[in-house]
């Protein structure tokens, strides 16, 4: 869904752990979608992406959930480091278009 | 492949002056979208542009923003008689495809401080 000015959900988990991030978007009509990971003072950086064709994709550590019948996605990581601590965005775009929207984001939190 | 790049980094204003804040694409890439962060809260799209093109400008506040994407040269956005309120973290982002759905990605993003 597109980002709305609500301050960002935070998630704490253990160093070691799986860390799931959820993230709900708006249009029925999203046929693509991206994982993007921001680190402090810098761009989002893409992590995964996964198209309305499919309802799961892994990466390395990571898996991105589709569910088109709720509009929910969602990013597992497993065995979670420090180095993921970050803010989590998903984006998601129309077909119709070229223009991303952006959730509210999640900011992870890895505890040593 | 140099990534996205943006220029400033970093931008003060004092209220009432102009800010631009440029973006040069990937190469090869020839869609740029602009977005607005403030802090702890989400990116907010604000313009999506082609080569010379306003895609969709439904982001934008109506007054004092503009963005171009001239045939040659870096994507600009520009803010006139900026106030407290600009104050935030800008972000360009660019893609290849025009319908295929690729992803975007972005620079490391211009923070601009009115003052």
């Known amino acids: 869904g597109e980002s709305v000015g609500l301050h960002l959900p935070t998630l704490s988990v253990q160093e070691g752990d799986n860390s799931i991030i959820n993230c709900a978007y708006s249009?029925?009509?999203?046929?693509?979608f991206i994982w993007y990971k921001q680190e402090s003072g810098k761009g989002p950086q893409f992590i995964i992406d996964i198209r309305s064709n499919m309802d799961k994709r892994q990466g390395q550590r990571v898996t991105v959930l589709l569910n088109k019948t709720v509009k929910h996605l969602s990013l597992q990581i497993a065995a979670t480091q420090p180095g993921d601590s970050a803010v989590y965005f998903c984006a998601e775009n129309l077909k119709t278009g070229n223009q991303f929207y952006f959730g509210t984001g999640t900011s992870l939190t890895v505890i040593p | 492949n140099a990534g996205v790049m943006q220029n400033p980094r970093h931008l003060v204003r004092r209220r009432g002056q102009e800010a631009r804040l440029r973006c040069s694409p990937m190469k090869g890439h020839s869609h740029v979208y602009w977005y607005r962060q403030l802090p702890e809260e989400g990116l907010k799209f604000m313009v999506y542009?082609?080569?010379?093109?306003?895609?969709?400008e439904s982001g934008m506040p109506k007054e004092r923003f503009s963005a171009e994407f001239p045939k040659e040269g870096p994507s600009i956005l520009r803010i006139q008689q900026v106030v407290r309120g600009d104050s935030a973290a800008y972000f360009c982002a660019s893609s290849y495809a025009g319908r295929g759905n690729t992803e975007a990605f972005f620079g490391q993003g211009t923070r601009l401080t009115v003052v």
């Open positions: 542009l082609q080569k010379e093109n306003i895609i969709d």
């Open positions: 249009n029925s009509a999203s046929d693509y």
